[in-house]
């Protein structure tokens, strides 16, 4: 019976996800072309991506948020998967690029930056190194897989405030409805992916310990 629910809950979100394709093609778009635009800039070694890129590499060093994963947590691998998920769930997906969706262009904002950081500091680090891409890479596909549909999800959010006949009705709070109940089926397959990324990522790392050039996408 739960296997059944569980299988109708996963088709009720791939059928929204499809109605709901062009929003989330445009950010897989954004997140890929922003993703080796860093990276070419970073071969050209343009000036003030140099810059910006030295910064953020000692930055990456004292961010908070990964201190709990070479500390407390650094021995148990399934807390790190929980810690990881979570707080890509909530930081990374709801409250960046869902939530602020209300302006709807943050979460076009949010995924180019976000891309665009990502290619810059993942360029020329382990240069050759099979595992570093194949971890980076399949991160990279499964998160920003997750942050495509929470991101198109925040986008359909300001523009249905704004036009609510998007929807179909001539209300905001009628389209709003239509909207979380979409959105609720859609937060299914984020919570899915960014599952199966905190294994994919966390469950290397935590078996071959901290690959060298790790930056702050491979915590």
Known sequence: MLIQ????????SVAVALAQKRLLLFFVATHVVFLIMGEVMVAYEVPGVMHLRA?????????????PLTGPLAT???LKIAYTLFFNLIFGAFISTTLFGVLFFIPYVMAVWRAFLI?????GLDTGNTVSG???Y???ILEFGAYSISSAIGMDLGLTLIYPARKGVDTRRKAFAIWKAGAK????????????????????????GPLKG?????K
Not at 185 to 208: D, P, S, T
Request: aromatic share 20%; charged share 15%.
């Open 5 to 12: 629910k569980f299988q109708k809950a996963i088709k009720d």
């Open 55 to 67: 910064e953020q590499l000692k930055a990456v060093q004292e961010l908070i948020y990964l201190k």
């Open 76 to 78: 148990s691998l399934l």
């Open 119 to 123: 290619g810059m500091l993942f360029y």
């Open 134 to 136: 194949l971890v980076f």
């Open 138 to 140: 399949g991160t990279f």
């Open 185 to 208: 089926k859609l937060y299914l397959l984020v919570f899915l992916l960014l599952f199966l990324g905190a294994v994919w990522e966390i469950g290397w790392l935590h078996y071959l």
């Open 214 to 218: 790790s930056t702050a996408f491979l």
